[in-house]
């Protein structure tokens, strides 16, 4: 992995890191001495202890975004070595899930235990009880995240993961245009867990790579079977949902031209969906990796366009075909003015850019006369269809009238 750590130089005297304040980097002391220092709330300061060489400071900071909690200053001329939250996650992504997700509970801890030895009692901007509370929740959560990753990566090899698909309506024509898959999770004991569950723990743990494979495979199968059963002649498309951590595999497009290539289905069938946060968070990889799946004829969706980022300079950037629209936006539509200018807004944009827009989350007709007359293509919803399973998607596919929407 690539070496992010940065080199700081500090003089005998200054403060390195001062009580109370945010923290967002830990230091590796390369050379020097420094001592930590408690403020108490009477106002005096207490040393509490020094470090020297080949010690860690401010090292909680890496772990969550409370305050430091002691003041930290160079008794000596210092050289450290700077490690970043960010740096800390990305290095801490790279190994096994329950490693980090162990790590994770065992800083947790440790913050908890120097809060109370430390602090507590000492000092009026820690409250006892509140960051002891604090700190127990977010183990319950971390222990509760290691649980539901061991089990659905289990999962995973025991047929409790399934696609469901959602149709996708052309506004003009009323017809079925393709389809987003969508992942479920059927727990043997607890039943339907959501993907809102899930989904975020999968993509902390790295298992979303597996299951994301596994995804596109089902997907362009289950399409190449609806095809075959309903008898269309118009090819119909399968929307895919991926995350970063597909993205930073090495092979991630050739193991994507594979799956489509064993398959019925043509790479021109096949769009994936993903988020602002991903093309901003990995700019070069991202166009290379996505302009490589363009040049094989997939389509590149932008998801829950609007909710991101304010820059739009991207979209220009990366080879995109799709606009996805929000839910929350076409919810709000109706309710306020500044969403219907926004949806106005984004439908008059991609179309400038000659992209194609997609509604997400239309549950009433209202919406998608208003986003038809707004120029919107196609649009996808409980009012059209919820997500369901294969056999379901052929049942309404043959019994399929095409939706009358300007009123
Ligand atoms: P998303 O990609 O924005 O997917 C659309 C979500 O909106 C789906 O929720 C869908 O069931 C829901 N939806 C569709 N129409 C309506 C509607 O008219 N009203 C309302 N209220 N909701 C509607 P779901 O299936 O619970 O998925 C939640 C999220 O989980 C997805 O949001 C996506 O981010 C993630 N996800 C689901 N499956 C996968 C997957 O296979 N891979 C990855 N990476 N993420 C997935
Ligand atoms: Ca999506
Ligand atoms: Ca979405």
């Keep these: 992995m690539e070496d992010k750590q940065a080199k700081k130089s500090f003089k005998a005297g200054d403060v390195i ?56 200053k160079a008794l000596k001329d210092c050289t450290m070595l700077e490690i970043s939250r960010d740096d800390f996650a990305m290095r801490l992504k790279s190994t096994d ?14 913050r908890d235990t120097l809060t109370r030895a430390e602090i507590l009692g000492e000092s009026n ?25 061991n089990e659905f990566k289990a999962a995973l090899n025991n047929d409790e993961i399934d696609m469901h698909y959602q149709p996708i309506i052309d506004l003009g024509k009323g017809s079925v245009i393709g389809f987003e898959a969508l992942m479920r999770w059927t727990h043997k004991e607890q039943g339907f867990i959501s993907p809102g569950v899930f989904i975020p723990i999968a993509e902390k743990s790295g298992l979303i790579v597996e299951a994301s494979k596994w995804a596109i495979k089902e997907s362009c199968a289950a399409l190449g079977r609806i095809e075959k059963a309903v008898g269309n002649t118009t090819p119909m498309y399968m929307s895919v949902n991926f995350s970063s ?17 064993a398959s019925a289905v043509t ?3 096949i769009k994936l969906e993903i ?47 799709v606009l996805k629209i929000d839910q929350s936006f076409v919810r709000a539509m109706y309710k306020e003015e500044r969403s219907l200018e926004l949806v106005k807004s984004i439908i008059g944009l991609g179309k400038n850019m000659g992209l194609n827009i997609v ?49």
């Design 17 to 72: 890191m001062r009580q109370g304040e945010k923290g967002d980097c830990a230091y590796i002391i390369e050379t020097g001495q420094v001592e930590i220092l408690i403020e108490k709330s009477d106002g005096s300061t207490q040393q509490v202890g020094t470090r020297g060489e080949g010690t860690i400071i401010g090292e909680m900071a890496i772990v969550d975004e409370a305050p430091r909690t002691a003041t930290v």
């Design 97 to 110: 899930p329950v490693i980090q997700m162990i790590s994770q509970v065992i800083l947790t801890r440790y």
């Design 125 to 149: 901007n820690y409250p006892p009880t509140e960051a002891i509370e604090r700190n127990y929740t977010a183990q319950t959560d971390v222990v509760e995240s290691v649980k539901i990753a």
């Design 245 to 261: 951590h597909d993205f930073a595999e090495e092979d991630f497009v050739e193991n994507l031209l594979r799956t489509i290539n």
């Design 267 to 269: 790479p021109e069938q």
């Design 275 to 321: 988020t602002e946060r991903l093309l901003i968070q990995q700019p070069d990889n991202a166009k290379e990796t996505l302009q490589a799946c363009r040049d094989a004829g997939m389509g590149i969706a932008i998801d829950d366009f609007g909710t991101g980022y304010s820059s739009l300079s991207y979209l220009y950037y990366f080879p995109i075909e």
């Design 359 to 407: 509604a997400e989350g239309v549950e009433h007709i209202e919406e998608a006369r208003l986003l038809q007359d707004m120029g919107c293509d196609s649009a996808q919803g409980y009012y059209f269809a919820k997500p369901m399973s294969e056999e379901d998607v052929i049942k309404l596919l043959n019994s399929w009238e095409p939706v009358k929407i300007s009123a």
